[in-house]
């Protein structure tokens, strides 16, 4: 059974940073593409980041390039997202999704809540 | 960018009732078309990918149609569970991955 397990979240500063972590089993992690969705308080979803099976290609949405780094360690079957410099528009929750066939969502974990406030 | 488009906004119906759910694109996605089911504080689940084909566990009344620009997700008989917020999603031309705005199918 696919699981992922995101943590890391929390109440942050403008400013600030933080770090995502998204916890995998269930699959062979290393062989798939992994992604980051968020999805603000009230409002809808929006893609974040992308990261190809094994690491080597890397996607970001604009409103975070520069500000967001995804990565993954496959002995750890565990995805990241390092975040620096938040913004209150960051504030959201963050799903971390496992894709199939490139762009689909097929696994979604429960969430983790980030706030940027002061 | 692909702008995705639902319509309509909300969706009132009652159990037992078809419901007929909207999206168009920007421009051509061709059959790049996902469908995502959302129930309040869950995160959302796959329904349809590729327009029209059901993901695992999905049951068969749920039904995508559409290529290009326009595309449906059909729900042929409305169960209790159905009542959620639907959302369609693009992977022909990206980054950036973009979903629609969502249609909230609520009860009557």
């Known amino acids: 059974e696919v699981q992922l397990l995101e943590s890391g979240g929390g109440l942050v500063q403008p400013g600030g940073s933080l770090r995502l972590s998204c916890a995998a089993s269930?699959?062979?992690?290393?062989?798939?593409?992994m992604s980051w969705v968020r999805q603000a308080p009230g409002k809808g979803l929006e893609w974040v980041s992308t990261?190809?099976?094994?690491?080597?290609?890397?996607y970001y949405a604009d409103s975070v390039k520069g500000r967001f780094t995804i990565s993954s360690d496959n002995s750890k079957n565990t995805l990241y997202l390092q975040m620096i410099n938040l913004r209150a528009e960051d504030t959201a929750v963050y799903y971390c999704?496992?894709?199939?066939?490139?762009?689909?969502?097929?696994?979604w974990g429960q969430g983790s809540l980030v706030t940027v406030s002061s | 960018e692909i702008v995705l488009t639902q319509s309509p906004a909300t969706l009132s119906l009652s159990p037992g009732e078809r419901a007929t759910l909207s999206c168009r694109a920007s421009?051509?996605?061709?059959?790049?078309l996902a469908w995502y089911q959302q129930k309040p504080g869950q995160a959302p689940r796959l329904l349809i990918y590729?327009?029209?084909s059901r993901a695992t566990g999905i049951p068969a009344r749920f039904s995508g149609s559409g290529s290009g620009t326009d595309f449906t997700l059909t729900i042929s008989s409305l169960e209790p569970e159905d009542f959620a917020v639907y959302y369609c999603?693009?992977?022909?031309?990206?980054?950036?991955?973009?979903f629609g705005g969502g249609t909230k199918v609520e009860i009557k």
């Open positions: 999704t496992k894709d199939d066939y490139g762009g689909i969502f097929g696994y």
């Open positions: 269930g699959f062979s992690f290393s062989t798939y593409v």
């Open positions: 990261i190809s099976g094994r690491g080597a290609t890397t």
């Open positions: 421009q051509s996605v061709s059959s790049y």
């Open positions: 590729d327009a029209s």
């Open positions: 999603q693009q992977r022909s031309d990206w980054p950036p991955l973009t």
